[in-house]
């Protein structure tokens, strides 16, 4: 009875559920990774990381008076944010994307690419050992958040754990929890209420840096691969940390240092803004 208890309360803050991979429509060229809601997890509709791969693109394209339906790439995608790497097509325009380390990076069979920026070091030498031309422009897009949703740090609490969406919510029983299964808009709002994060969420991490709000990583449970971590991590200036084993450690870490300086100015200068009239 308390397990179906908590299962109830869990959907109802928008728990893990299964996924599938989507883009914007036939008419788009963004393309963005989202999860699907099930009979089990009808509460789920985004998950923020992902979803902003397609609203960050929006956003900035917004800021110069532009428009996506304003594209003149042709049929070539846009890929951003997200280990999303194995989904490119032949000619794809990729722009700050990774590589999901839980796969063979084999599967990187689309070539050639036209690579504006990676992810990190890591996703470059995977392209490398399949004859694929990269950049030397690193960087997650989600560090540009405060660019795209510029706001005033308010702290009202001492720390947010923002767990993978995959994630077990019971283990973070007992502390202020902020779900990542909402859209940007809402979780960045609350995200800057706090003075530190905790996140085995990825885009938790890069999205309280983008911010400047130390974040320390949390060891995911969800079967998350840190290959993905260590490359943010690299790709902007830093060694990767070691993760946390529980909250309590976690709050009693020292944070990594900043984002190094000039790798969201670098980001932003390699955007495809060419393919926009």
Not at 47 to 57: C, F, H, I, P, Y
Not at 58 to 73: C, D, I, K, M
Not at 141 to 156: E, F, H, R, T
Not at 228 to 240: I, M
Request: charged share 20%.
């Amino acid at each position: 009875m308390l397990v179906n208890h908590l299962t109830r309360y869990l959907i109802k803050r928008g728990g893990p559920m299964e996924t599938t991979v989507t883009s914007t429509g036939a008419s788009s060229p963004i393309f963005y990774w989202r999860p699907r809601r099930s009979f089990r997890r009808p509460m789920i509709r985004h998950n923020v990381g992902d979803r902003l791969a397609l609203e960050l693109v929006e956003r900035l394209l917004a800021g110069r008076g532009l428009t996506v339906a304003r594209y003149t790439g042709g049929t070539r995608r846009l890929l951003s944010i997200g280990s999303v790497l194995h989904f490119a097509a032949v000619n794809d325009v990729i722009w700050g994307t990774g590589i999901n380390g839980k796969l063979d990076s084999a599967r990187l069979t689309a070539k050639p690419l036209d690579v504006r920026a990676l992810r990190g070091p890591l996703t470059a030498a995977e392209l490398h050992k399949h004859g694929i031309a990269t950049s030397d422009v690193y960087g997650d897009p989600g560090i540009l958040v405060s660019v795209a949703y510029p706001q005033q740090l308010n702290p009202q609490r001492d720390y947010w754990v923002v767990p993978h969406f995959r994630e077990k919510w019971w283990r973070f029983v007992g502390h202020p929890t902020l779900s990542p299964a909402q859209a940007p808009t809402s979780f960045l709002r609350k995200l800057v209420r706090a003075r530190r994060v905790i996140s085995s969420s990825l885009h938790g991490i890069v999205l309280a840096e983008s911010y400047g709000i130390p974040a320390i990583w949390l060891e995911n449970q969800s079967g998350e691969h840190p290959f993905k971590y260590h490359d943010y991590y690299l790709g902007t200036g830093r060694s990767p940390p070691k993760p946390a084993a529980t909250v309590a450690e976690a709050l009693r870490c020292e944070p990594p240092p900043p984002i190094a300086a000039g790798v969201k100015e670098r980001l932003l200068r390699a955007f495809p803004w060419d393919l926009w009239a």
